[in-house]
């Protein structure tokens, strides 16, 4: 499932010693292993080889260049959701005829960028949208090839913040007036090509059965717009595979396969895939090491140095991550003591864990956060004033540094003091 793995009681990335990589560029930090990420765009890649999909890694999930880069040399496309994320798509070198471009709010900037850059279409959300993309693409005088993302009022039974497939979630058009779209369409917009459908019901959804449910309506849609003598040529299906953080039972990218394959087969449209968390989520880990044990009459507290502006995953969707010793001690085997693993930063929300039973820690030992590879370091921030971790790639000839420890000279880099004060 991933390249994390203890040798002799000490925790290894692939051939790399986690503790090594610590001392060579502190913590906290991100450590990702290229083969768990390369692997797991290859289950989807592999479990989908006959309706030969595009899968486009969304980018939201980790916008690390040199992670964007190993799917990219793969052969990857990119689902971006901001003129940011596209420019970093585009610096890697992803072919734009396999960039998708989605989000409720894209700005007129973002979108004359995107159809400068030529990318394969974008997956419109509102009408409004649609009739912005068409004054940029008729003063760019060129025709932007379109999608529209469905709301297929699917709950997708995963936590409320991360489902966007239900009718009051600000995602995507209801049905009936995507149908009014497509047919009007000609008339309304000189300089659209709506050319497919685009779904994403939700993140880190456990089950088939919602996409199951999502793609069977989805196929009414398809074949009521076919009668209406409306072509299309793709269909999107978003991503939200979800990963094993704790004790989930997600289905495997075969199972996933098997359940969506032949209904996929019946639209005979290109499909296209854009998986984020199933691909990077647990090919990273945040690396932290305790600063303080601070028992109180309640509680025993671990404050660790990464806060909720390294992680925040914790503190905004109560997220399970387990966390590993990195070196395990004779202790090791008796979890007795638990305790809150608690950031550095002033708010009671900034934790890792609550009430985690470990061994007994102490100041100084160096713990792995796991399944951080996606919406880790993707949401981190600087709030108060901290500078952002390191990022280290390991690969099988050795480790990289991908992102540089921000300093403080980064934090004030763009702000300015009026002369005048
Ligand atoms: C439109 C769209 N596509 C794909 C994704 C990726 O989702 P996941 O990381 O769950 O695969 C998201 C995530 O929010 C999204 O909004």
């Not at 003063?139 to 469905?150: E, F, G, H, W």
């Not at 699917?154 to 995602?171: L, Q, S, V």
Request: hydrophobic letters at 40%.
């Amino acid at each position: 499932m991933h390249e994390f793995r203890y040798r002799n009681n000490e925790l290894y990335c692939e051939g790399a010693r986690v503790s090594e990589i610590a001392e060579k560029f502190g913590t906290p930090l991100y450590i990702y292993s290229r083969k768990t990420l390369l692997d797991h765009y290859r289950k989807i890649k592999r479990a989908l080889r006959s309706i030969n999909p595009l899968i486009c890694f969304s980018v939201k999930a980790n916008s690390n260049l040199a992670l964007l880069k190993v799917l990219a040399n793969q052969g990857a496309g990119m689902d971006v959701v901001s003129g940011g994320e596209l420019y970093k798509a585009l610096k890697v070198g992803v072919n734009p005829k396999k960039i998708v471009y989605a989000g409720v709010g894209k700005s007129e900037k973002e979108i004359a960028a995107a159809i400068r850059a030529g990318i394969l279409f974008f997956n419109a959300e509102s009408f409004a949208e649609l009739a912005l993309i068409e004054r940029v693409a008729g003063r760019l005088k060129k025709k932007a090839n379109v999608s529209l993302r469905v709301n297929p009022d699917i709950d997708p039974h995963t936590h409320k913040f991360i489902t966007t497939g239900k009718m009051t979630n600000k995602f995507g058009l209801d049905i009936k007036t995507c149908e009014e779209i497509f047919l009007r369409c000609g008339i309304i917009f000189s300089h659209l090509s709506l050319i497919g459908l685009h779904i994403h019901i939700g993140s880190q959804i456990t089950d088939r059965l919602p996409f199951v449910k999502a793609i069977k309506k989805m196929l009414v849609l398809i074949k009521r717009l076919r009668q209406r003598g409306i072509s299309l040529k793709y269909f999107n299906i978003g991503g939200g595979l979800g990963i094993v953080y704790r004790d989930e039972r997600p289905q495997s990218a075969e199972e996933f396969a098997q359940a969506v394959l032949p209904l996929l087969r019946a639209t005979k449209l290109k499909i296209i895939l854009e998986p984020g968390r199933f691909i990077a989520g647990n090919s990273g880990i945040l690396l932290t090491r305790v600063v303080y044990i601070k028992k109180t009459p309640n509680k025993n507290f671990a404050i660790v140095d990464a806060g909720m502006n390294d992680l925040i995953r914790p503190s905004l969707y109560n997220a399970y991550h387990e966390i590993l010793p990195v070196v395990r001690n004779a202790q090791y085997a008796i979890r007795t003591t638990h305790y809150d693993i608690v950031g550095p930063i002033c708010e009671s929300a900034d934790f890792l864990a609550k009430n985690r039973p470990m061994p007994a820690l102490r100041a100084k030992d160096l713990l792995a956060v796991m399944g951080a590879g996606a919406y880790a370091f993707a949401m981190s921030s600087n709030y108060n004033s901290r500078p952002r971790a390191a990022e280290v790639l390991v690969n099988k000839k050795g480790r990289a540094l991908v992102r540089k420890r921000e300093c403080y000279r980064d934090l004030i880099r763009q702000e300015i003091i009026p002369r005048n004060l």
